[in-house]
C-alpha cells in the first residue's frame, strides 16, 4: 500500500524516520519552554548567590599557599625551639653572666696592698653646675694610680679660659677656673666608704692626690669576708640558673614533647654544667683569698 505522505515535504531524522509537521511543532514547543525554563532558573541563581563572592584561584594553589604559612609559622614558632631537652643556652649564659659577675666584685677589693682605679672611676659625682647631675668619676677625671698613691686628674668638657683670683682650697689662686669639677669630685670622694682624703696639688688645681694606707689585718679579714660573701652570690645565681632549665625538662616531661630517655640525659648534661660552674667559682675565690691574704 502506498503511502499518502510526501518523503520531500517531510525531512528525515537521523535515524531514519520521517518528521511530520504536528511533530516539528510540538519539538519547538518544547525547545522553547526548556529554554525559558533554563533562564528563569540562570536568573534566579544570580540572584540568590551574587552577595557571595568566591575566590578564582584553583583549588591546588589555595592549599600550596595555606601549606607553606603553616610551614613558616611553625619554623619560627619558639616551640620547636624550646622543645629540645639538649638546649643548654640559657643555662650556660646565666653561669657565665655569675661568673662574670664575681670577678667584677673581687677586682673592685684591695689586692695585697694594690688599690683597684675602677673602685674610683665608679663613684658618682654630684655636678652642681649641671643641677646635681649623678655621673661617674670617670666621666669628669683620669685615674693614674702610683705606688702607694694615687692621682685623680680633674678635667671637663665646658671649661672657661678666664684668668680670675679664686679661693681654692684655703688659698688664693690666679690659674685658669678649670675646677667646677673638682669640689664635686672631692666630695664623692669624701662621702664613699673608701676612707681616702684628697690633697690638692699646690701647682695643678686640677691635681688631686689619694694616700693609700697599707692594709691591716682587720682590712684584710673583710676583704676576705667580702670575697666570701660574693662567692655565695655567686653560687646562688648558679643554682637559680639550674632550677630555670629543670623547669624547662620538667615541662617537656608533662606534655611528653619529649622521649624520657633523652630527658633523662639531659638532667645528667645539666648537672654537669653547674658542677663546672660551682667548681669554677670556688677557683677564683681561692685564688682572689690568697692574694688578699698575702699583703
Known amino acids: 500500500m502506498a503511502s499518502h505522505h510526501d518523503t520531500s515535504t517531510y525531512p528525515i531524522n537521523s535515524i531514519g524516520c520521517e518528521v511530520t509537521e504536528p511533530a516539528k511543532q510540538c519539538a519547538n514547543l518544547c525547545f522553547q519552554q526548556y529554554h525559558h525554563a533554563l533562564l528563569a532558573a540562570n536568573l534566579q541563581g544570580s540572584l540568590t548567590l551574587s552577595p557571595r563572592s568566591f575566590s578564582t584561584s584553583p583549588t591546588s594553589l589555595r592549599k600550596s599557599a595555606k601549606a607553606a604559612r603553616e610551614s ?13 631537652p639538649f638546649d643548654f643556652s640559657t643555662l650556660e649564659a646565666d653561669i657565665a653572666k655569675a661568673l ?16 683597684n682605679p675602677e673602685v674610683l ?20 677625671a683620669q685615674v693614674v694610680p702610683k705606688g702607694r698613691t694615687v692621682q685623680v686628674i680633674v678635667g671637663e668638657r665646658d671649661v672657661c679660659t ?16 678649670y675646677i667646677q669639677h673638682v669640689k664635686p669630685t672631692v666630695t664623692a670622694i669624701q662621702s664613699s666608704a673608701l676612707s681616702l682624703t684628697p690633697q690638692p696639688d699646690a701647682q695643678n688645681p686640677l691635681l688631686l692626690t689619694l694616700t693609700i694606707p697599707p692594709p691591716t689585718a682587720d682590712s684584710r679579714r673583710a ?13 646562688t645565681s648558679i643554682r637559680n640558673a639550674r632550677q630555670t632549665q629543670q623547669k624547662k625538662l620538667r615541662t617537656l616531661q608533662v606534655n611528653k614533647t619529649a622521649r624520657p630517655d633523652d630527658l633523662k640525659k639531659a638532667g645528667t648534661i645539666m648537672e654537669k654544667f653547674v658542677e663546672k660552674g660551682v667548681g669554677e667559682v670556688k677557683r677564683i675565690v681561692d685564688s682572689a683569698k690568697k692574694v688578699l691574704e698575702s699583703g
Open 162 to 177: 678666664s684668668h680670675s683670683s679664686l679661693v681654692y682650697f684655703g688659698r688664693t689662686t690666679s690659674s685658669p677656673t
Open 72 to 84: 613558616s609559622l611553625s619554623a619560627s614558632s619558639p616551640s620547636s625551639r624550646t622543645d629540645d
Open 100 to 115: 662574670e659577675h664575681l670577678k667584677n666584685d673581687l677586682s673592685k677589693l684591695r689586692a695585697g696592698g694594690r688599690f
Open 121 to 140: 672611676e665608679n663613684l658618682y659625682v654630684n655636678l652642681i653646675k649641671e643641677g646635681n647631675v649623678g655621673v661617674k668619676l670617670s666621666d669628669v
Open 223 to 235: 676583704a676576705v669576708a667580702s670575697a666570701t660573701k660574693a662567692a655565695e652570690t655567686a653560687n
